[in-house]
């Protein structure tokens, strides 16, 4: 069963809830999820909601979930989850970079909670970080652009420039220009998750820059729906989920992420007393990251070339940061032949030759 709760009066839905909840079996594990966007039918938090639907459909009721969605990253992200600790949720799942301080902080007051946390790179005794591999989308989404883009310019809607953004571009980048060494990509910030207006606003502003393909690092479906709704031959490339029904004509692809997996082993372990807390960075070959089905529009060829490099991703042999690599200085940042380090990918703060925009300071 699911309680969804309010974010300005959790502590008393909670109670409310779990009160409702006496007169029926009780769970062997209460788990709370924060989500920092509000739940629509795509997106970041959409992608973990569907996790946790995952989880309720593979453990019944074993277990109840319970979030809460809009939760911003600052004061009342902490409030949040501090409350779940507080009533009896044994699991609190916080779903954004911006919890991660937060989560910190609260997991050292309530040492028999265990926290999970995406993206993250803090830990500890009960507080586990996980992640996905996004730049192995961004890399063949880059690659489907390449191919597709006539004008060789491609746009790039982003958040906040914290190292997993910065590889997404990167990413992008170095597969648009595998098949297409002329492309320039450029980058517009928003400086916020989900902001539908100022995305779509940074996505028309891509378009009159020239721009025939735009992608996006935020929450919501306004990038690709900006594509669709163009005035001349555009297209879109989504990020999360499939958004396809967004922009039916436009949609080249998407990179999604799948946490239902994660979530299930993760909770079966704690559930069987043999959890102990441990950082997890995922891929295709975890099956956390995958693409959505490509547009009628891509040619056979192309989709053969796609399949071919997935299929190399799951199994070890090919990564996206594999040298020679150059910045937009033209100075070497791996090595012809070596990989970047996973140490390396958590720090990267450059643009690789072919962003077309300033680094942000």
């Given at each position: ?5 309010k974010?300005a ?14 007169a029926q ?5 209460k ?9 629509g039918?795509?997106g970041?938090?959409y992608q ?9 459909e593979?453990?019944g009721d074993?277990?109840q ?10 004061a ?6 501090r409350?779940?600790a507080a009533t ?9 970079f911006g919890?991660m301080?937060?989560?910190e902080r ?5 040492p028999d909670?265990?926290f999970?946390?995406?993206?993250g790179?803090?830990?500890?005794p ?6 996905a591999?996004?730049?192995?989308g961004?890399?063949?989404a880059?690659v489907?652009a390449g191919h597709?883009s006539?004008t060789n310019t491609?746009?790039?809607v982003?958040a906040?420039p914290?190292?997993?953004?910065v590889?997404?571009?990167n990413?992008?980048?170095?597969g648009?220009?595998s098949?297409?060494p ?6 517009i910030?928003t ?6 207006g100022r995305?779509?606003e940074?996505?028309?502003t891509?378009?009159?820059q020239?721009?025939d393909?735009?992608t996006?690092?935020?929450?919501s479906t306004?990038?690709?729906?900006a594509?669709?709704?163009s005035?001349?031959t ?6 999360h ?5 967004f ?5 080249l692809?998407?990179t999604?992420?799948?946490w ?8 079966e372990a704690i ?6 807390p441990t ?5 295709h070959a975890?099956g956390?990251i995958d ?6 529009a891509v040619?056979?060829?192309l989709q053969?070339?796609?399949?071919q490099?997935?299929s190399a991703m799951r199994?070890g042999?090919f990564?996206?940061f594999?040298?020679?690599v150059v ?5 070497s940042?791996?090595?012809a032949?070596e990989v970047?380090?996973?140490a390396?990918?958590?720090?990267m703060n ?6 077309a925009?300033?680094f942000p300071?």
């Amino acid at each position: 069963m699911t309680l969804r709760l309010k974010r300005a009066a959790v502590a008393a839905t909670v109670a409310l809830g779990l009160g409702i909840m006496t007169a029926q079996a009780e769970p062997e594990l209460k788990i709370g999820f924060v989500y920092v966007s509000p739940l629509g039918e795509a997106g970041w938090s959409y992608q973990h909601d569907l996790g946790r639907q995952a989880l309720e459909e593979a453990l019944g009721d074993r277990i109840q979930t319970s979030y809460v969605d809009n939760v911003s990253e600052g004061a009342d992200a902490e409030r949040v989850i501090r409350e779940f600790a507080a009533t009896g949720h044994e699991v609190v799942i916080a779903t954004s970079f911006g919890f991660m301080n937060y989560v910190e902080r609260v997991s050292q007051d309530f040492p028999d909670v265990q926290f999970l946390h995406a993206t993250g790179y803090k830990d500890g005794p009960n507080f586990a970080n996980y992640n996905a591999r996004f730049y192995e989308g961004r890399y063949l989404a880059g690659v489907v652009a390449g191919h597709m883009s006539e004008t060789n310019t491609l746009g790039y809607v982003a958040a906040f420039p914290i190292p997993e953004v910065v590889q997404g571009i990167n990413a992008f980048t170095l597969g648009a220009r595998s098949v297409n060494p002329e492309i320039a990509v450029r980058v517009i910030w928003t400086n916020s998750w989900y902001d539908p207006g100022r995305e779509r606003e940074a996505a028309n502003t891509l378009l009159a820059q020239g721009a025939d393909v735009v992608t996006h690092h935020t929450d919501s479906t306004a990038v690709v729906q900006a594509a669709e709704d163009s005035t001349r031959t555009a297209w879109g490339v989504g990020y999360h989920s499939d958004m396809s029904q967004f922009a039916p004509q436009t949609h080249l692809t998407a990179t999604t992420h799948h946490w239902g997996d994660y979530y299930v082993q993760t909770i079966e372990a704690i559930l069987n007393g043999d959890y102990v807390p441990t950082n997890l960075w995922g891929g295709h070959a975890e099956g956390m990251i995958d693409i959505a089905p490509l547009n009628e529009a891509v040619p056979a060829a192309l989709q053969a070339e796609i399949e071919q490099i997935q299929s190399a991703m799951r199994e070890g042999s090919f990564h996206p940061f594999t040298g020679p690599v150059v910045n937009q200085a033209g100075v070497s940042v791996i090595e012809a032949g070596e990989v970047m380090s996973d140490a390396d990918l958590n720090q990267m703060n450059f643009y690789v030759e072919g962003v077309a925009s300033e680094f942000p300071n």
